[in-house]
């Protein structure tokens, strides 16, 4: 939600994190947390070809072996 996100943008903005390495985090985050790629992508409001884009693009890691 909202809240969580504000929350954690201020606390990685004090650890100088970017923008763009939070975006990696959380995506990161969402991959090692769900089991599919698709349900990463539900939980952070971006299609699912986005994911894998940018999981290519930053090469992020899929920890489950089910990659739908």
């Known amino acids: 939600d909202m809240m969580c996100f504000l929350r954690e943008l201020s606390k990685n903005l ?8 939070m975006r990696i985090a959380k995506m990161q985050k969402a991959l090692d947390h769900y ?11 971006i299609p699912r070809e986005s ?5 290519k693009r930053y090469k ?3 920890t489950s072996t089910k990659k739908t």
């Open 14 to 21: 004090l650890n100088n994190m970017t923008i763009k390495e």
């Open 60 to 62: 992020l890691e899929i």
């Open 35 to 45: 089991d599919y790629v698709s349900d990463a992508a539900k939980a952070l409001g």
């Open 51 to 55: 994911l894998w884009r940018n999981i």
